[in-house]
């Protein structure tokens, strides 16, 4: 056979198996390697909410998805160039997502009766029953091999087993010209400490999954992806979590206010605590709540005692801190809440992706109760948006709710890492340190350009006040007066809309009038971005306009509009945005594409409806 | 410093609870203990925050001249800890009703004893929830005909002081809302206490549960029905002071003194700063028929509190660590140039 090395612009890799295969760190240090070789990418965890769900069957099923390119990485990819699957049920859970040029790679000792038997197969032949078996079949005896390889080492079985996640790391560098010194590397690091025994079979499997996949003879073509051509710099990779906990630490440094984070665990936002909980040098303060109220509690609280307060969710979570919300608003206290949304409603799918969490972050509380909303639309974006999230709070004395996805936060892609220096002070309206004689200090009274309120601090002497959740006047004082609550009302929702004044224009991403204008918001930006693209090199009219900030809107926002024939707007829900829209710029007509499955968008069915859209 | 006075803790509000509430009494103690408390510890006024929940007694925070947060139902045990841990030079006092803190923030209050975070509990115990108007609460004695229980309740009441003791409360103290020395006693004893401190007080609602207390408060069956401890003195109480407790090794044991042997010699010595729980758990679970209703400081120990530890690791990992800005923790751990 004709040994071919071929140069591709990009390519999907997707490593699946059982839960407690190691597929996520198989593929994340797959990604890792990869970006440190200078490719664009861009991953997506697909795993089961049981930490180890049963054993071999379909819903045990754990996946991690990698994209690596040469340029314009914008998404992880619709379907894959290799299909990792280390058993049936893998094999049964993914073989959709697969090219029709696509590579199968699979652990041929794990297709036995049982396994094919626990996946739910009815035939003998998985492939043909999956429609798969034209496309390029690698079956490999995995562990088979790890076992040969360890035979030396004197390992239990189980041990062994625990390599198996190397040796297809090892086929999946041959095949992709991977070089192996950063796995090595990563092997050093991670058991110098505790295991350091296990580095060295560690290594031996993974150099003989590479030297496998060299001679079987099986592996028809090999691939290289060149480097990007990236803007010069430092870069490192960041996943959505990380990010907004480091933007919310930056935040900290430009307010020069201590971090202060009351949080309770709860998939997929729980990293984000774990992730503050480890920079204590940085000042920052987490509790682990003993419940969700709790965490927004103690964050208000501290917020009231001068804090940069931070309480981070997802949707249930956000259920139960909807009367604390309404609190925090009622007192006008900055305050950012993180919601990591997830399938819903209720328990809904933990671990899956989902933007259903917007109707509830708009309307989700008793009474008139406006509260700010950011999106972030990366992972690596999630840092900006946090970071304008705490800016928006802390400057405007009012909660503030940043939405990120599960889609976002568990995903990563290489960042190219900011100065702080190019961030803005942020400066909250503090009063004065001493009052005059006769002074009095009133804590609702308002600026009157941009209707926020002056903080004081509990231990500055002589603005001691009372703040609460029963309605008061500019003074504090308790107040059912009828013309007095409608005109708190009315500043509140006043307050939230001139923060317009200060958030970005929105951007339109092609022509700034034409036919169709395709409207996003949130982590959908790169599958939109990336279907646009394809649309306007196929010489289409279409433009893309996307939201990062919710309420208030961007002030262009009509005007934007106005300059297209038709708008659709597309999300992951069944239609919250544009039911927002229409509330708010009737005027426009706007179509929709809607998916509710858990799962992002397909760039492939963007293009179809955006086409349809035309 | 100038010394505070009451006055300096009275704020201009009109304080509007009943003719006759209980909770007057509680107000009126605390505004009198702070004064104190400020200066056994150089305290400026500015330095205390009050904060409470929903329902009659949560209105403290208006009638005080101090920074406060009156929240919401149920919560105001963890809007406390977190202006403990966001800043612990201040110092907090919470009110809170015996639905606020044990029905609905039932567990914030377990979990802020369990973490003994250093903030003061006033729980204001009239067995009734009262701006609801008249539905029996947690603390209800069983069989408690109300508004939501016409034909009585059939779920016991908690007892606080066992709740508190239970998730190993490092401060509980009693008392009634008539006995306004010795609240200010447990006041400045709780000020002092580094830790949780949680004071219960039984509260007499006029309108809708008068006399709950009535066996305790009546000054004909206060002392018989009522013992006062206080740190150091023999467990004696009555009229004629002619009664104490003694334990058998199993349990406590009301005694006369002079008669079936017992001398005062053998009267135990309230000790409220022991360690050991068992006494204190039984002198908390006290009650009539058989036992008088413990009042005053029944338990102070001494313990690592939450927002120091949370201070010191703070601290402690500031000094350790390599990284001290934004700048350095982005560029820690692996990463890469372009060139």
Known sequence: ?614 | MAYLTFKDFKSDQEVRWCPGCGDHAVLAALQRALPKVSQALNYEKERYVVVSGIGCSSRLPYYMDTYGFHSIHGRATAISTGIKVANPTLTVWQACGDGDALAIGGNHFIHAIRRNIDINIMLFNNQIYGLTKGQYSPTSKFGAITKTSPYGTVEHPFNPGSLVLGAKGTFFARSLDVELKLNEEIMTAAALHDGCSVMEFLTNCVIFNDGAHKSLSDPALRADNTIVLRQGEKMIFGKNKDKGLVYDGKKLRVVRIGEGGFTEEDILVHDAHKDNISIHMALADMKGPDYPVALGVIRDVKDITYDDGVRDQVKDVMVKSKIHSMDELLHSGSTWEVE
């Not at chain 1, 036919?515 to 971005?529: C, S």
């Open chain 1, 1 to 614: 056979m004709q040994h071919k090395v071929i140069d591709t612009k990009d390519v999907v890799i997707r490593f699946a198996g059982d839960s407690g295969d190691g597929m996520q760190l198989t593929g994340s240090l797959f990604a890792d390697m990869s970006a440190i070789y200078g490719n664009e990418l861009s991953t997506f965890p697909d795993y089961p909410a049981e930490i180890r769900a049963p054993h071999g069957t379909v819903s045990g099923v754990s996946g991690f998805q990698v994209h690596i390119g040469s340029a314009d990485v914008n998404t992880p990819g619709d379907f894959c160039d290799l299909l990792v699957a280390m058993n049936p049920a893998a094999l049964k859970a993914n073989a959709k997502w697969c090219k029709p040029t696509a590579m199968i790679l699979v652990d041929g000792d794990a297709f036995d009766e049982a396994g094919m038997k626990k996946a739910g197969f009815k035939t003998e032949d998985p492939f043909t029953e999956l429609h798969v078996e034209d496309r390029t079949l690698l079956v490999a005896s995995i562990t088979s091999l790890t076992e040969e390889s360890l035979k030396d080492f004197g390992m239990d079985s189980k041990a062994v087993h625990k390599c198996k996640n190397m040796f297809t790391l090892g086929m999946a560098c041959y095949i992709y010209s991977r070089p192996l010194e950063y796995i090595y590397q990563y092997l050093e690091r991670k058991f110098s400490k505790k295991h350091p025994e296990m580095i060295e079979p560690n290594k031996k499997v993974l150099n003989d999954g590479f030297n496998y996949a060299a001679n079987v003879q099986a592996i028809p073509n090999t691939y290289t992806v060149a480097p990007a051509k990236l803007k010069k710099g430092t870069y490192r990779n960041m996943t959505g979590n990380q990010a907004t906990a480091w933007g919310l630490l930056a935040a900290s440094e430009k307010s020069s206010l201590p971090l202060f984070c009351g949080s309770y665990p709860i998939t997929p936002a729980t990293a984000i605590l774990e992730e503050l909980a480890i920079h204590k040098s940085l000042g920052a303060k987490t509790l682990q709540a003993e419940d969700e109220i709790a965490g927004i509690c103690t964050a208000i609280g501290a917020a009231f005692a001068g804090n940069l307060a931070v309480t981070t969710t997802s949707g249930p979570g956000l259920s139960l801190k909807s009367e604390a919300l309404g609190l925090a608003v009622m007192a006008e206290l900055p305050l950012v809440v993180v919601d990591v949304q997830r399938g819903g409603p209720s328990t809904g799918l933990p671990t899956k992706t989902e933007q259903t969490d917007l109707g509830q972050a708009l309307y989700g509380r008793n009474g008139e109760c406006p509260i700010p909303i950011v999106a972030a639309h990366s992972p690596a974006n999630c840092f900006d948006a946090a970071f304008n999230a705490a800016k928006i709070a802390l400057e405007h004395m009012t909660p503030v709710i940043l939405l990120s996805e599960g889609f976002l936060g568990n995903g990563s892609e290489p960042w190219r890492i900011p100065s702080m220096a190019d961030y803005p002070e942020i400066k909250p309206p503090f009063v004065d340190g001493v009052l005059s004689e006769g002074e009095r200090y009133y804590p609702f009274q308002r600026d009157p350009e941009t209707f926020v309120r002056r903080w004081a601090l509990p231990g500055q002497k002589g603005f001691e006040h009372r703040v609460g959740g029963l309605e008061k006047t500019h003074e504090g004082v308790l107040s059912t007066d009828p013309a007095n609550h409608a005109m708190m009302v009315a500043e509140r929702a006043a307050k939230v809309q001139k923060i317009a004044d200060f958030i970005p224009a929105l951007d339109v991403d092609g022509p700034a009038s034409g036919k169709l204008l395709v409207v996003g918001w949130g982590g959908t930006y790169g599958h939109i971005l990336s279907a646009v693209h394809e649309l306007r090199e196929a010489g289409k009219d279409v433009s893309f306009a996307h939201f990062d900030y919710i309420l208030p809107l961007p002030k262009n926002t009509a005007e934007v509009f106005s300059h297209f024939e038709k708008v659709i707007v597309c999300e992951l829900n069944s239609g919250q945005f544009v039911n927002y829209l229409r509330g708010v710029y009737p005027q426009f007509d706007y179509l929709q594409f809607n998916k509710v499955q858990g799962q992002p968008f397909l760039v492939s069915e963007l293009v179809s409806a955006i086409n349809e859209a035309l």
